[in-house]
Every structure is written in structure tokens, then in C-alpha cells.
Nanobody, 121 residues
Framework: QVQLVESGGGLAQPGGSLKLSCVAT????????MGWYRQAPGNQRDKVAV???????EVADSVKGRFIISRDYAKNAVYLQMNNLKPEDTAVYYC???????????????WGPGTQVTVSS
């Protein structure tokens, strides 16, 4: 059974940094995409950054130049280095892993439980 385990959230001051980590356990394959989404109270869940297998990146305009996504395929992990944090980055951050399926395996999306990131002075 695939599970995503997140860590690294917490409280940071404006201009500070945090690094989120997400490790997928129980998977014998690499995911087609892994990345991060976030949801602030009263808002929808939005894509922050995703790295596709092969290295292509999808990064939200609001975090370009500040957040860096990376994957470790050997560990089946994805990371989000968040720099120059702003109060508007405050949200619950969710890790997502996408399996687009094979002839022998149905497609499936997996989500982590979420980790709170709060940016405040």
C-alpha cells in the first residue's frame, strides 16, 4: 500500500526558508509525477510545483524564483525548498504522487496528509 509521508512544515518569518520533504513508501515503481499543492483556509487547493519523470517542471508563477522542487528517484521522494517566504505562502502543503498506470496497473493519484506552513513575524 502506497503512503506519502511529509515532513518539514512549521513556522517561518517573512524572508525565511523552510524545506518540505515527502517520501513515498510501499511503491515498487517511480511515479510519473511528484509535487506539491497548497490550500489556504477558504481557498481551493492549488498546484505549487510538480516535477515530471524526465525532469520537466511545472511551477506556479507566485513561487517562481523562490521555491525549488527536486526529486530523488532512488528514494522515491520529492522536496520543496522554500525561500524568501511571504505571509501569503501560509497554507497546508500537500504532497501528491501520480501513477499514470500501465497495461497491468490502473492509474492512481496519491496524496499525503498535509503539513502546515505558517509565515508570520
Amino acid at each position: 500500500q502506497v503512503q506519502l509521508v511529509e515532513s518539514g512544515g512549521g513556522l517561518a518569518q517573512p524572508g525565511g526558508s523552510l524545506k518540505l520533504s515527502c517520501v513515498a513508501t510501499g511503491a515498487s515503481f517511480n511515479f510519473n509525477a511528484m509535487g506539491w499543492y497548497r490550500q489556504a483556509p477558504g481557498n481551493q487547493r492549488d498546484k505549487v510545483a510538480v516535477e515530471l519523470s524526465g525532469g520537466a517542471l511545472e511551477v506556479a508563477d507566485s513561487v517562481k524564483g523562490r521555491f525549488i522542487i527536486s526529486r530523488d528517484y532512488a528514494k522515491n521522494a520529492v522536496y520543496l525548498q522554500m525561500n524568501n517566504l511571504k505571509p501569503e505562502d501560509t497554507a497546508v502543503y500537500y504532497c501528491k504522487a501520480e501513477d499514470w498506470g500501465t497495461p497491468h496497473r490502473d492509474e492512481h493519484d496519491y496524496w499525503g496528509p498535509g503539513t502546515q506552513v505558517t509565515v508570520s513575524s
